[in-house]
């Protein structure tokens, strides 16, 4: 414990330096790889239309109808990303707290650890030392059981300040080291909201996956047939239209998909927020 003063003034420092510029740097990375993954599948949509315009050699200018239907995914792509956007940065806030939280604990352990020494000089504990002597005296020159009794209790329950620095030290360590770990899982659920937010951009895709796999499965002949005879009306029922019908399905799928994203930021906070609170309150009885 000798040079535990030293070691926590380090750490205080540590985490002022590094809180704001790490808060940057991980919204950085989750707006990184989500923008990453974002424009990947909205270029997949709009090659794939391309695709499909040689597919039934149509050579007219669908420059507009191709605008919407990526315009409607865009919109579709940015409901996602703002739900996940603000889990993530609701976590990053509690993550903040806790840092917060673990930087007193922190000065609080480098107070109490620099007033071990006035401990010794202290009213308090010459008044312990007077009455500890005082009782155990009175044991050993009392003939009177229930007097000896009496004192021995009195010893029992004898408060030592030192007792009480030492109690108070190891609870701010071991609430401070609670408040590591919880800031260590969080920092997971930084990465989880990343993960799930690339999942749930696969989720929109699935419905143009679907339609590029039954396109595949048509033979040579069927291929050919429509890029010679399908007409402009055949084109916008089964690729612009189509087209529609899947955006008009993700936007159903979507609106479950956000109140699912929503309960579950909802009840990681309160997870959170009840760990931190179970961590005050062991740390306050430990020091009652």
Same mark, same amino acid.
């Given at each position: 414990m000798e040079n535990i003063g030293t070691a926590l003034?380090?750490?205080? *420092? #540590? !985490?002022?330096?590094?809180?704001?510029?790490? *808060? #940057? !740097?991980?919204?950085?990375?989750?707006?990184? *790889?989500v923008y990453t993954s974002y424009k990947e599948k909205i270029k997949l949509i709009s090659d794939n239309f391309d695709e499909q315009l040689q597919y039934y050699g149509k050579k007219d200018n669908y420059g507009d109808e191709k605008e919407k239907i990526i315009s409607r995914y865009n919109e579709e792509f940015q409901k996602i990303y703002d739900k996940r956007k603000e889990q993530f940065i609701n976590i990053i806030n509690e993550i903040q707290e806790m840092q917060s939280n673990q930087k007193i604990a922190l000065a609080n352990i480098e107070s109490v650890y620099r007033s071990r020494d006035s401990i010794f000089e202290s009213e308090e504990y010459k008044e312990y030392l007077n009455n500890k002597n005082k009782f155990e005296y009175m044991i050993n020159i009392t003939k009177n059981s229930s007097d000896i009794e009496k004192y021995k209790n009195k010893l029992i329950n004898l408060k030592n300040p030192v007792d009480s620095y030492n109690n108070k030290l190891i609870a701010l360590v071991d609430k401070f080291e609670k408040y590591d770990g919880l800031v260590f899982e969080c920092e997971?659920?930084?990465?989880?909201?990343?993960?799930?937010?690339?999942?749930?951009?696969?989720?929109?895709?699935?419905?143009?996956?679907?339609?590029?796999?039954?396109?595949?499965?048509?033979?040579?002949?069927?291929?050919l047939f429509k890029k010679l005879f399908a007409s402009k009306r055949k084109f916008k029922k089964e690729v612009i239209e189509k087209m529609n019908s899947e955006i008009d399905d993700i936007q159903n799928s979507n609106i479950k998909l956000l109140d699912i994203i929503e309960n579950q930021t909802i009840n990681l906070v309160a997870k959170i927020e009840e760990l931190r609170y179970d961590i005050n309150y062991e740390y306050s009885i430990a020091t009652e």
């Amino acid at each position: 414990m000798e040079n535990i003063g030293t070691a926590l003034l380090e750490r205080i *420092k #540590e !985490l002022s330096d590094i809180e704001v510029q790490e *808060k #940057e !740097l991980k919204f950085a990375i989750f707006n990184n *790889k989500v923008y990453t993954s974002y424009k990947e599948k909205i270029k997949l949509i709009s090659d794939n239309f391309d695709e499909q315009l040689q597919y039934y050699g149509k050579k007219d200018n669908y420059g507009d109808e191709k605008e919407k239907i990526i315009s409607r995914y865009n919109e579709e792509f940015q409901k996602i990303y703002d739900k996940r956007k603000e889990q993530f940065i609701n976590i990053i806030n509690e993550i903040q707290e806790m840092q917060s939280n673990q930087k007193i604990a922190l000065a609080n352990i480098e107070s109490v650890y620099r007033s071990r020494d006035s401990i010794f000089e202290s009213e308090e504990y010459k008044e312990y030392l007077n009455n500890k002597n005082k009782f155990e005296y009175m044991i050993n020159i009392t003939k009177n059981s229930s007097d000896i009794e009496k004192y021995k209790n009195k010893l029992i329950n004898l408060k030592n300040p030192v007792d009480s620095y030492n109690n108070k030290l190891i609870a701010l360590v071991d609430k401070f080291e609670k408040y590591d770990g919880l800031v260590f899982e969080c920092e997971k659920k930084l990465d989880d909201c990343i993960i799930a937010t690339e999942e749930d951009f696969e989720t929109l895709m699935k419905y143009r996956n679907n339609n590029l796999v039954e396109q595949k499965k048509e033979n040579i002949f069927v291929r050919l047939f429509k890029k010679l005879f399908a007409s402009k009306r055949k084109f916008k029922k089964e690729v612009i239209e189509k087209m529609n019908s899947e955006i008009d399905d993700i936007q159903n799928s979507n609106i479950k998909l956000l109140d699912i994203i929503e309960n579950q930021t909802i009840n990681l906070v309160a997870k959170i927020e009840e760990l931190r609170y179970d961590i005050n309150y062991e740390y306050s009885i430990a020091t009652e």
